[in-house]
């Protein structure tokens, strides 16, 4: 805004300077200065935390989670005269527990009133007038909190779980197969053991590994063949015996029992162009079968130990 000068009954207005001028459009210090500040403010860790509001719900149920490697034996001669480890490595995370007392949600309100009387007065008249004018003001503050229920004995395990040493008996696998998937089940427990430190607990469960034989290449006869072979779900009987390291740090020892069974094979010749001669594939197994027992090691984290936050 220009000022208005009188000078000699004529009115005029002064012009800025061009150094003034280049100062305004000129971006200094201070200005990149207040950009950052802006941008900082932006991208602080508030907006950082409302985006990762949506995956609140999956971290409140997670109770901690787990590695492990086990050693596998057949149990039904399914190895042959290889009698080798079927060697297996794992990790899940752990949800709940559930089934104990129902969830209780929790609701704070805090109610705040303001409220103002304000008195005029009108002293100077010949009568003396008073008004009176009241004005009030309410806000609300709500908060909703979720508590688990306590009490539960039903753990939901969700990981992977790979092994690139499990051995069929056939002729067609004269190497080891890699075997691989999801893991998914479900623990009973924690129990005390009977006559034992305190620190021992035991779990007891039931799951199985969704997996499947993708494009492995072997050889028939005298040509080399690829099969692969349907999903299928391998369901395993757990069994579980922890030791408490630390409040959130605990061994495990876990024994388990594992069906395999692949009840649909297909096969085609590797070379481009070539069939798999009619005698060969009537040879061919139409399944893969595979018991076996495993003995896994392994370390688990409770949820305080993976997020001290929690």
Known sequence: MHRRI?????????????????????????CAGTLLAVIALAAGPPASLAQLTPLA??????????????LGFGTDGSNGPDRRALLRWGFAAFYGPFGGRGDTLVTFTQ??????????????????????????STRQFRADTKR?????????VVGYQH???????????????????????????????????????????????????????????TVAVELTTERTFAPEALLMLMYKLAPSYRVFLGA???YLRFGSMRYRAVQPGERIPAAILEDLPEELRLQSIHLS??????ASGLIPAR
């Open 6 to 30: 009188e000078s000699g009954g004529r009115l005029f207005f002064p012009r800025k300077t061009l150094a003034t001028d280049a100062a305004c459009r000129r971006p200094g210090p201070g």
């Open 256 to 258: 388990s029992y594992e």
């Open 111 to 136: 109610t705040i009133s303001d409220s103002t009387d304000t008195t005029f007065c009108d002293c100077a008249g010949a009568r003396s007038q008073k008004v009176y004018r009241h004005s009030r």
């Open 297 to 302: 090691l392994g370390l688990s984290f409770t």
């Open 57 to 70: 719900p999956t971290f409140n149920n997670l109770n901690g989670a787990a590695a492990w490697g086990s």
């Open 148 to 156: 688990l229920g306590g009490g539960g004995k039903v753990t939901l």
């Open 163 to 221: 092994s690139a040493f499990y051995r069929f008996r056939t002729r067609l696998f004269s190497e080891t197969v890699p075997v691989g998937g999801i893991f998914i089940a479900s623990l009973l427990g924690p129990y005390p053991v009977p006559l034992a430190s305190r620190r021992f607990e035991w779990y007891a469960g039931a799951g199985g590994t969704i997996v499947r034989l993708s494009e492995i290449a072997t050889r028939a006869d």
